[in-house]
């Protein structure tokens, strides 16, 4: 899941138009904390259905990473590695993957510029309900910079996703929205569940 998750987040940022904004403030992250600092039991106990359930997961480099290895946009852009958590009860996975993706701070700047205007033309095209993802609903959101949460719908199939920019990381949510859950409690917990989690990143990791 952890691998299929961070393709996902590519492939579905990519589609989103999802740009990464510098931060006015705020020092860069050196090192990210485990996925247990990150999604503690009380941020984990937040998904809806999943009580109990725990964060599980590791900080894999670029070079560990099959899928971005051979990546020259991002060894250019300083790419360091990502932390790909999921959330897991008794082994039993559930549909909630996170993924944290860190840069070095001055290598990133120029690639997180180029991609400001493509978010923009992005949410323009949402705002004006031109889309052919299947999105449902959509909101921008206070975590971090550039902050956005879709609901998708793929032949009766929702997912919610989530991202946002935090000084030099980026941050993807993928929930698999189970059918007990309707879409406006879905995009209420996408929506508290970034911020969330861009407060514990900030708290528990190390900065420069």
């Known amino acids: 899941m952890i691998a299929a998750g961070a393709v996902a987040g590519v492939l579905v940022a990519g589609l989103l138009g999802f740009a990464v904004w510098e931060s006015a403030g705020g020092r860069p992250y050196a090192e990210l904390a485990s996925c247990r600092d990150v999604l503690p039991a009380q941020v ?29 946009e991002l060894e250019e852009a300083g790419y360091i590695g990502q932390l790909s958590c999921y959330v897991s ?44 993802e299947d999105v ?42 189970p059918g007990d859950v309707d879409d406006a409690e879905a995009m209420e917990f996408m929506e508290d569940f970034s911020g969330q989690l861009r407060r514990q990143l900030s708290r528990t990791s190390e900065r420069a």
Do not use: C, K
């Open 44 to 72: 984990v106990d937040t998904v809806p259905g999943a009580d109990g359930a725990r964060a599980e997961g590791e900080f894999v480099t670029m070079d560990e990473q099959e899928w971005y290895s051979d990546d020259a």
């Open 136 to 177: 449902l609903e959509w909101a921008r959101t206070p975590a971090g910079d550039g902050g956005i949460v879709t609901l998708h719908d793929y032949d009766g199939d929702r997912s919610a996703v989530a991202a946002f920019q935090d000084v030099n990381v980026q941050v993807y949510v993928h929930y698999t929205v």
């Open 89 to 132: 009860d008794d082994g039993e996975e559930w549909g909630l993957v996170v993924n944290a993706s860190l840069f070095d701070h001055e290598r990133s700047r120029e690639y997180f510029e180029d991609t400001v205007q493509e978010m923009e033309d992005r949410i323009g095209d949402l705002d004006r309900g031109r889309d052919d």
